[in-house]
C-alpha cells in the first residue's frame, strides 16, 4: 500500500514538473538566455548573420541577462535571431514555452531587419518549415504572415530566376534555393 502511495506522490510530482517546464509563467527568461550564450559561443553563423543584425542582437541579450532588465528587448532580439537557420532550432529547445510569443513578434517585423521583403519572407518561410514539425500549434500564425506577405515565389522572379529545368538543376546546390524550395513544401 505504502508502494502505490508513494508511486501516486511521485506520478504527481513530474506532472507538476512537466507542466511548470512548459509554462510561461514560471519561465526563468534571463536564466535561460545565460545558458542559451553559452551554447550559442560554439555554434558557427554565416553571411546570413549580417541581414539580420544577429551580432548586435546577441549584444542585447548578453546586456538584457547582465542587467536582468529590459526583457522585452530581450525577447525582440530572440525573435529576430530565431530566423537565422543555425539557431533556429536551439531556440525552439531552449524557448519552447515561449515559442508563440517569439514567433509572433514576425508579424511585427517591420523596419528590425535591413533586408527586402521578399527575403524577409524567405527567411520566415524557412524557420517555419524548421519549427512547424515541432510545433504545428504555430501553423495559425504562419497562416496569419503568409496572408499578409508577398507569394513566397515572388523571390524567383525578384532575384532573376525563373523555373526552367537548367535553371532550377544548375542553382539547386545553392543554399538559397534549397531553402526556399524546403519552405516551400511546408
Not at 520566415?124 to 510545433?135: D, R, S, Y
Request: charged share 20%.
Amino acid at each position: 500500500m505504502e508502494a502505490v502511495v508513494a508511486m501516486e506522490v511521485d506520478t504527481q510530482n513530474s506532472s507538476k514538473n512537466k507542466t511548470s517546464e512548459f509554462d510561461p509563467c514560471c519561465f526563468d527568461l534571463f536564466g535561460v538566455t545565460e545558458e542559451f550564450l553559452q551554447v550559442l559561443e560554439q555554434i558557427r553563423v554565416d553571411d546570413l548573420s549580417i541581414q539580420i543584425n544577429f551580432h548586435e542582437n546577441v549584444k542585447i541579450l548578453k546586456s538584457s541577462v547582465t542587467s536582468r532588465h529590459d526583457a522585452s528587448n530581450l525577447l525582440n532580439s530572440l525573435s529576430i535571431i530565431l530566423l537565422h537557420p543555425s539557431v533556429t532550432l536551439h531556440i525552439v529547445k531552449f524557448y519552447r514555452p515561449l515559442l508563440i510569443d517569439l514567433v509572433s513578434r514576425w508579424l511585427l517585423l517591420q523596419d528590425q531587419l535591413s533586408i527586402d521583403i521578399i527575403s524577409k519572407v524567405e527567411l520566415v518561410a524557412h524557420a517555419f518549415g524548421l519549427i512547424l514539425p515541432i510545433a504545428p500549434q504555430l501553423s495559425g500564425l504562419a497562416f496569419d504572415f503568409f496572408s499578409q506577405s508577398p507569394s513566397l515565389f515572388a523571390g524567383l522572379h525578384t532575384h532573376g530566376k525563373y523555373l526552367s529545368v537548367s535553371k532550377v538543376c544548375d542553382g539547386f546546390n545553392k543554399l538559397k534555393d534549397r531553402q526556399l524550395l524546403s519552405s516551400a513544401y511546408v
